[in-house]
């Protein structure tokens, strides 16, 4: 059973891959110290090369000194790396400075164009440095002609993270209870705030209160001012998406195209939203079983099984840890059994295992639950999230203090609020700036695109901000994708097409007929009917 545990968790891996995004959403238990929800970046890491600092004016005039080759891992050629020194507090004039680290992927061209591609990455806390070879094979062709351009935003990856100690590649190998025991989840993070308001002592780098999306703006539009990029292409992801409609509202002049993939706007309200579509992203799968002949043979009380699970009190149970193998002992309870199910709703791949999965845990049986869910979202410990940066967003951002829905949220199967709000009480806020939630009419033409089978940046978020935006947006629905839609060779392909247009009516047009012809393209993984993908000899993982 030991090596089972583990060969399932690499079987649906190798299943998944051609479906994962290089960004998320992530959720609290991708915060909170395993089976995170940040989906693989295609294995692109950093080269710890020191990338070359050069100190940098915090006002309009900035200006830079030529960045320094560097090498990126994922890269076979050399980019450039630089440093923008901006004020932790752009209004306190002897605020201590923080690096904001940028690369940039020169273009093949000799003479290229004036307008860059700037990648924005999700999480929140998630660095585009990292990304570095991901990001170039998914905007390779834009790169033949344009700069692509990546910004560690303030408190991720080389610009002085906002790093818990769980956080890091061993993330995912920590004992199973510490993923789901709620005290010892509150404790590590508590501990971890109190490392990260320790650093560089009074007015040093550890005031929380001064991350947020409206400074991170702030920093990008300085380090664009620096390496001369008057316009700009915005390819955003996820979280990035907010980060993209944040310099819409402040900068709407510095932005040529933008592409938003699984938008979160600035009144998404994480902790409310969450639970209700991840709960409508659940009934729309146990729906598509009924409606399958094949599933619906298979697991024909799949809908009674789960309520059962939710319904079952507390049990403590034995079972391999998914990448170790060790048998571990914890408590399953609700929540657990949430966050479980949780992760492997991101990705189709994955969400195709789900019903023989939940199957084998009415029976009793929850190895196939926690092997899939770790291949779902285990990546998260190898993407570079930095867990204080995203508490740090989603605290001031997405809480409870945003104004209550006008009617109440259909009961759902889900509580995606809940840790979030205990692991935000004491967490320090960022006061969002007045008309940060106000979406203002787009002044260049953007394309948003959402996974129809999306559980936490659904389409009806993507339609609502492309209404606010007015004529000059398109919204596509991609009915067979997750979380994550530019990955597909046919969207590549279409992103380029929409950014190299000459003209604005001709990119308008383009993103509209490619939305369709992508979601016609596409197609649904089919149900698994056993716990994890088997050979053609039928005698366990592959």
């Known amino acids: 059973m030991k090596g089972r545990a583990v060969a399932v968790v690499a079987a649906w891996r190798r299943l998944a891959a051609r479906w994962q995004p290089v960004w998320s959403w992530a959720s609290p238990a991708a915060c909170a110290l395993a089976l995170g929800l940040l989906l693989d970046p295609a294995g692109s890491r950093v080269a710890r090369a020191e990338p070359a600092s050069v100190a940098v004016a915090a006002g309009p005039a900035a ?75 998914l905007l390779g062709r834009l790169n033949n002609r344009r700069d692509i351009l990546l910004v560690d935003l303030r408190g991720t990856g080389r610009s002085e993270a906002l790093s818990c100690a769980f956080d890091g590649p061993d993330a995912a190998r920590r004992p199973l209870a510490e993923s789901f025991d709620a005290q010892r989840r509150e404790a590590a993070v508590a501990a971890c705030r109190r490392a990260l308001q320790a650093r560089g002592g009074a007015g040093g780098l550890g005031d ?10 702030e920093d990008l539009l300085a380090v664009l001012d620096a390496w001369g990029a008057r316009r700009v292409n915005l390819v955003a992801a996820s979280y990035g998406t907010r980060v993209a409609l944040e310099m819409a509202r402040q900068a709407p002049q510095r932005i040529r195209r933008s592409v938003l993939d699984g938008v979160a706007p600035p009144d998404l309200g994480l902790m409310r939203s969450g639970t209700e579509d991840l709960g409508a992203a659940l009934g729309a799968l146990l729906q598509d079983c009924e409606r399958d002949v094949r599933c619906q043979a298979a697991f024909a009380r799949l809908r009674s099984q789960w309520q059962a699970l939710l319904a079952a009190p507390p049990r403590e149970i034995t079972l391999p840890h998914p990448l170790t193998g060790e048998p571990e002992r914890l408590v399953l309870d609700r929540s657990a059994l ?47 999230l930095a867990t204080g940066l995203h508490l740090s967003v989603v605290c001031s951002e997405d809480g409870p203090a945003l104004p209550a829905p006008a009617a109440p949220p259909p009961q759902t199967d889900f509580s995606f609020g809940d840790p979030y709000a205990s692991l935000c009480r004491d967490w320090p806020r960022f006061e969002p700036v007045a008309g940060f939630r106000t979406l203002a009419v787009a002044g260049s033409p953007v394309w948003l695109v959402s996974g129809g089978l999306d559980p936490v940046t659904p389409p009806r978020h993507g339609l609502r901000v492309a209404a606010a935006l007015g004529a000059q947006a398109v919204h596509s629905t991609i009915p067979a994708a997750g979380h994550g839609v530019l990955g597909g060779a046919c969207m590549r392909d279409a992103v380029a097409r929409f950014i190299e247009a000459v003209d604005d009516a001709a990119a308008l047009s383009l993103a509209s007929a490619s939305g369709e012809r992508c979601a016609a393209a596409l197609p649904r993984p089919a149900f698994r009917l056993a716990p994890w993908p088997v050979a053609a000899s039928g005698e366990g993982p592959r």
């Open 338 to 384: 949430q966050a479980l199910v949780r992760g492997p709703l991101y990705s189709p791949a994955s969400r195709a295992g789900l019903p023989a999965a939940l199957d084998a845990a009415a029976g009793g049986r929850f190895e196939p639950l926690v092997g899939l869910a770790a291949a779902a979202g285990g990546a998260a410990a190898r993407s570079g």
């Open 63 to 137: 200006s830079i000194e030529p960045a320094a080759p560097c090498r990126l891992s994922g890269l076979a050629t050399e980019a450039r790396c630089g440093t923008v020194w901006r004020p932790l507090h752009p209004d306190r004039p002897a605020s201590v400075r923080l690096p904001i680290r940028f690369a940039v992927l020169p273009a093949v061209a000799r003479v290229p164009l004036a307008d860059p591609v700037v990648f924005l990455a999700g999480g929140p806390g998630q660095g585009a440095i990292e990304l570095a070879g991901a990001v170039q094979a």
């Open 208 to 217: 929380l209160s001064a991350y947020g999306t409206t400074r991170a703006v």
